[in-house]
Nanobody, 127 residues
Framework: QVQLVESGGGTVQAGGSLRLSCEAS????????MAWFRRAPGKERVFLAA????????YYADSVKGRFTISRDDAKNTVYLQLDTLRPEDTAVYYC????????????????????WGQGTQVTVSS
């Protein structure tokens, strides 16, 4: 069983950037699909981005496409989410998740397909 720990959250002004990290321990993350979700205050958790195990494909929610970038360094058992051009509406708790290799693009967007979750890291964007 892999364990996930996120870091890199904080408070930033609108237009700024942050880089979130998700370090896996207990088992290599090399064979997992890795993803990022977020939950804004009073809202449901939503998909942001995913990357497949060979790191040959990435998937993004329309709301963050072109502003957020997911990447992975399997040698470090770490997945990253680069957040650029941040907006106040990006304020949320950001979660890392791990799951098995998934067959379809649509499957990557669905949280039940991810079996392991981190504890979350808070991102606050001020206007």
């Amino acid at each position: 069983q892999v364990q996930l720990v996120e870091s890199g959250g904080g408070t930033v002004q609108a237009g700024g950037s942050l880089r979130l990290s998700c370090e896996a321990s207990g088992r290599t993350s090399r064979s997992y699909t890795m993803a990022w979700f977020r939950r804004a205050p009073g809202k449901e958790r939503v998909f942001l981005a995913a990357i497949n195990p060979p790191a040959t494909r990435t998937y993004y929610a329309d709301s963050v496409k072109g502003r957020f970038t997911i990447s992975r360094d399997d040698a470090k058992n770490t997945v990253y989410l680069q957040l650029d051009t941040l907006r106040p509406e990006d304020t949320a708790v950001y979660y890392c998740a791990a799951g098995p290799p998934l067959a379809s693009q649509r499957a990557h967007y669905s949280s039940p397909n991810y079996r392991t979750w981190g504890q979350g890291t808070q991102v606050t964007v001020s206007s």
